[in-house]
């Protein structure tokens, strides 16, 4: 029993230095790094120059105070490398074999990575998961502007998991054709005509556009890093400058935002409740249902046009101190 509470220690010792690790690093985030973005930002996205530094101080604190002893070797590479291409396309909707095939060879190095702090791979594999994706995204405009033949005779298969990479785009874009096809029958199962289906769609895949293409460098690094933790355990976690503030936040309650919760809702945020006795509350210029269309610090400060923002980036705009 002992035993296991000193690693139960250990690891909220341990995730607590990771979060710091990030805090140390948030105000070159703010400075230097990616800021909230608009809609389909077209930030170069790479490496910060800080990251090989951060990098080897997390190596240096999971290798130091994790419970599990690890080696940073080839065969733990394999498993960042799997962990990372799943957490990108965990259903294989997206990359194609030759990507795989080409990656391949980056499968024992990504422990080399992040020992040199040298990640330009890993934001190559994170572009072409992007470029796929919206060569998928293009072919579903396509094929929404014309009517499904629902008395064909054919299946889809939803859990791609165990299934084999896309061989080409064609193969790629026939699965997507299956997709759509499904989610545009269970529309129609649910009483959505043929028009309201188009447009349901048409916004939804839009939205799945939308929020990779508004991945930033910090979004990529913690995806990454934590491919790298979790593959030591799964219960450890990196957190980036924006995931640890919100960690400071609920610690220690000494910031707030407006007191009411957003939810993403096409290109607005909208707010879908108004927490009692929070700002918001006080207040009584805000309803359930508003929109946000623009932030603005105190009454004099320049009002910045949010429409198009994730909501992440629309709360860490409005956040301010108590």
Same mark, same amino acid.
């Given at each position: 029993?002992?035993?296991? *509470?000193?690693? +139960?220690?250990?690891?909220?010792?341990?995730?607590?230095?990771?979060?710091?690790?990030?805090?140390?690093?948030?105000?070159?985030?703010?400075?230097?790094?990616?800021?909230?973005?608009?809609?389909?930002?077209?930030?170069?996205?790479?490496?910060?120059?800080?990251?090989?530094?951060?990098?080897?101080?997390?190596?240096?604190?999971?290798?130091?105070?994790?419970?599990?002893?690890?080696?940073?070797?080839?065969?733990?590479?394999?498993?960042?490398?799997?962990?990372?291409?799943?957490?990108?396309?965990?259903?294989?909707?997206?990359?194609?074999?030759?990507?795989?095939?080409?990656?391949?060879?980056?499968?024992?190095?990504?422990?080399?990575?992040?020992?040199?702090?040298?990640?330009?791979?890993?934001?190559?594999?994170?572009? +072409?998961?992007?470029?796929?994706?919206?060569? +998928?995204?293009?072919?579903?405009?396509?094929?929404?502007?014309?009517?499904?033949?629902?008395?064909?005779?054919?299946?889809?298969?939803?859990?791609?998991?165990?299934?084999?990479?896309?061989?080409? &785009?064609?193969?790629?874009?026939?699965?997507? @054709?299956?997709?759509?096809?499904?989610?545009?029958?269970?529309?129609?199962?649910?009483?959505?005509? *043929?028009?309201?289906?188009?447009?349901?769609?048409?916004?939804?895949?839009?939205?799945? @556009?939308?929020? $990779? &293409?508004?991945?930033?460098?910090?979004?990529?690094?913690?995806?990454?890093?934590?491919?790298?933790?979790?593959?030591?355990?799964?219960?450890?976690?990196?957190?980036?400058?924006?995931?640890?503030?919100?960690?400071?936040?609920?610690?220690?309650?000494?910031?707030?935002?407006?007191?009411?919760?957003?939810?993403?809702?096409?290109?607005?945020?909208?707010?879908?409740?108004?927490?009692?006795?929070?700002?918001?509350?006080?207040?009584?210029?805000? &309803? @359930? &249902?508003?929109?946000?269309?623009?932030?603005?610090?105190?009454?004099?400060?320049?009002?910045?046009?949010? $429409?198009?923002?994730?909501?992440?980036?629309?709360?860490?705009?409005?956040?301010?101190?108590?």
């Amino acid at each position: 029993m002992k035993k296991q *509470t000193r690693q +139960r220690m250990k690891k909220i010792f341990l995730l607590v230095l990771l979060a710091v690790t990030a805090a140390i690093f948030s105000k070159q985030y703010y400075v230097t790094g990616s800021s909230p973005q608009g809609p389909d930002s077209l930030e170069v996205l790479g490496p910060k120059n800080y990251y090989p530094e951060e990098t080897e101080i997390v190596n240096t604190l999971i290798s130091r105070y994790h419970y599990r002893k690890f080696k940073l070797n080839d065969s733990l590479s394999s498993e960042i490398f799997d962990r990372y291409i799943e957490v990108l396309d965990h259903n294989k909707s997206y990359f194609l074999a030759e990507d795989i095939s080409e990656f391949e060879k980056y499968k024992t190095s990504f422990d080399d990575f992040i020992l040199e702090g040298e990640l330009d791979k890993v934001y190559d594999i994170f572009k +072409r998961y992007r470029e796929r994706a919206n060569d +998928r995204f293009d072919y579903v405009d396509e094929i929404l502007k014309s009517d499904f033949d629902f008395t064909l005779d054919e299946s889809f298969e939803r859990d791609r998991k165990d299934a084999p990479w896309s061989s080409d &785009n064609n193969e790629a874009n026939e699965i997507w @054709r299956k997709r759509i096809k499904n989610d545009a029958l269970n529309l129609k199962l649910a009483g959505k005509s *043929t028009d309201s289906i188009s447009i349901t769609l048409s916004r939804r895949y839009k939205n799945y @556009r939308k929020a $990779i &293409n508004q991945y930033n460098s910090e979004d990529i690094y913690q995806l990454f890093m934590n491919s790298y933790t979790e593959s030591v355990d799964p219960h450890t976690n990196y957190f980036s400058p924006l995931t640890s503030e919100n960690f400071k936040i609920n610690m220690s309650l000494s910031l707030e935002g407006i007191g009411a919760q957003l939810q993403q809702e096409d290109d607005y945020i909208k707010i879908v409740e108004i927490i009692p006795g929070g700002p918001a509350a006080i207040s009584k210029k805000l &309803n @359930r &249902n508003d929109k946000i269309i623009g932030v603005a610090q105190d009454t004099d400060g320049e009002m910045v046009d949010v $429409i198009g923002w994730r909501v992440t980036d629309v709360v860490q705009l409005i956040r301010g101190p108590k």
